[in-house]
């Protein structure tokens, strides 16, 4: 999943928590294996390797359950949430901290937009040659949820699988008492601005401190929205609280592409736990703090 990613269990004995373990590993690579974007043979590489050809392609019944996540989370961020939008890479380049000219992003805005591929469950059309299928902007949360629920059936029942600092709980502790989850401060990663008590779900955070570089005093973030091409910039950090961690990272995505305003009232509208953090550094939300 190319980040750090953890598991930890409580069990009665070593062997059973190899068990345990075990089984979250196997369901996150068997999903990285078929989701990487960077495998030659993984479902998301024949998927865009298909694009520009009218007889598209088939996929099997969970890509087509992702598929039609990815739908529904487009269809509710109006457009802002779209696993089209990968294409962006081409032109922004962190590494290198350049900003491409707009007529580059505007090139690239012509191959993104979930409205412009056909998906017909469980039948997939990618029209234009050059389009992209990029389903990195959540199926790390997702393979958090099942590497907690991999561990559940094979008789976990306290722990959490953490991938790259998205959390999916297995259970509380034995005596029933929360995890206590740190909230990184955006400006200042190895400190905590805010601890979250939680037994249950998943909790899943985005901000503009992960990949970024900065010109002439602003900020330029990895997350790219699919309508302009540019990166967001009125909000450094969002965390969610959800049923699923899948939910809560998508949330976390779409209120940081919504903004300052927008973002925050949205998930107040959806009634999800939340805490947002500005540019300014200051906290806000409905989501309780230690």
Not at 58 to 68: I, P, Q
Not at 74 to 84: A, C, H, N, V
Not at 263 to 276: D, I, K, N, V
């Amino acid at each position: 999943m190319g980040s750090v990613c953890e598991v930890r269990l409580y069990a009665a004995d070593e062997q059973r928590a190899q068990v345990q373990a075990d089984a979250a590993q196997s369901e996150v690579r068997r999903l990285e294996k078929i989701y990487s974007r960077y495998l030659d043979d993984s479902v998301t590489t024949r998927i865009n390797r298909s694009a520009g050809d009218a007889r598209g392609i088939e996929v099997d019944e969970e890509t087509a359950g992702l598929f039609d996540y990815a739908q529904a989370a487009w269809e509710q961020s109006e457009g802002l949430f779209d696993i089209t939008s990968g294409v962006l890479r081409r032109v922004w380049d962190f590494k290198a901290a350049r900003i491409p000219a707009q007529s580059e992003i505007d090139n690239t805005l012509q191959l993104i937009g979930w409205d412009k591929l056909s998906w017909q469950r469980p039948h997939l059309v990618l029209p234009r040659a050059g389009m992209e299928l990029d389903f990195g902007g959540y199926v790390k949360e997702y393979a958090a949820d099942r590497a907690a629920q991999a561990c559940r059936d094979v008789g976990a029942h306290h722990g959490f699988v953490e991938l790259g600092g998205d959390i999916s709980l297995i259970g509380p502790h034995p005596d029933g008492a929360p995890w206590e989850v740190g909230v990184r401060n955006p400006r200042n990663l190895e400190v905590a601005i805010a601890q979250i008590a939680l037994t249950s779900g998943g909790i899943a955070s985005s901000g503009d401190y992960e990949r970024f570089f900065e010109r002439d005093g602003k900020r330029y973030c990895h997350i790219l929205n699919p309508l302009t091409g540019w990166p967001v910039s009125s909000l450094a950090g969002v965390s969610v609280v959800a049923e699923q961690c899948l939910i809560a990272g998508t949330a976390t995505t779409i209120a940081m592409l919504k903004g300052a305003t927008e973002g925050p009232e949205w998930l107040a509208e959806l009634g999800l736990r939340h805490m947002h953090i500005d540019t300014k550094g200051k906290v806000s939300g409905n989501l309780a703090t230690r």
